[in-house]
């Protein structure tokens, strides 16, 4: 299989809110096995649809220790949630780059797994954390938007460098 291509911040594709998925074809199957892999090769513990320009409601997202436990989420809905928590977050977006966000520790949440099933978990910690914010890479929301705009202007700065070094 080969890895799909990650946009990194600044890139104004990942401000583009997604749609929601209408039908679990084999065609969305098979995109979510590829968005997964593609987690799995940039070692990630999440990642939107959004991150790979495809603009669709759809996440992957393991955050087990041992990688195999994967979890698809298609047209994910928060239902509940309580209590607040901050940690520090990164992104396969904006490599490098670790901040604190305030998220709600526990949440519940809605979605469709890659068969099309709806399915429901409650969960709290890094679970709860991670589907926040690849719901928010589907909102077109990236974690430096939590940050002050002087801290979100030096790290687009260095990462701009960071490409010129690369080229
Ligand atoms: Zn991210």
Not at 1 to 19: G, N, Y
Not at 144 to 155: E, G, H
């Amino acid at each position: 299989m080969q890895s799909l291509d990650i946009l990194e911040f600044p890139d104004p594709r990942l401000r583009k809110v997604a749609t929601p998925v209408e039908n679990v074809t084999s065609e969305i199957s098979e995109f979510a096995d590829k968005l997964l892999y593609t987690m799995y090769q940039a070692i990630g513990i999440g990642l939107a649809a959004t991150q790979v320009n495809f603009h669709k409601r759809i996440i992957a997202i393991d955050v087990s220790e041992t990688k195999d436990n994967p979890l698809i989420l298609i047209n994910p809905v928060i239902v509940d949630s309580s209590g607040e928590l901050e940690t520090n977050e990164g992104c396969l977006s904006i490599p490098g780059f670790y901040e604190p966000v305030r998220r709600f520790e526990e949440i519940s949440f809605k979605a469709l797994d890659k068969m099309g099933k709806e399915y429901e978990i409650h969960t709290k910690g890094i679970l709860a954390i991670c589907v926040q914010h690849e719901i928010d890479h589907l909102e077109g929301k990236l974690f430096v938007d939590y940050v002050s705009s002087a801290k979100r202007q030096l790290i687009r700065k260095k990462l701009k460098k960071a490409k010129q070094n690369m080229a």
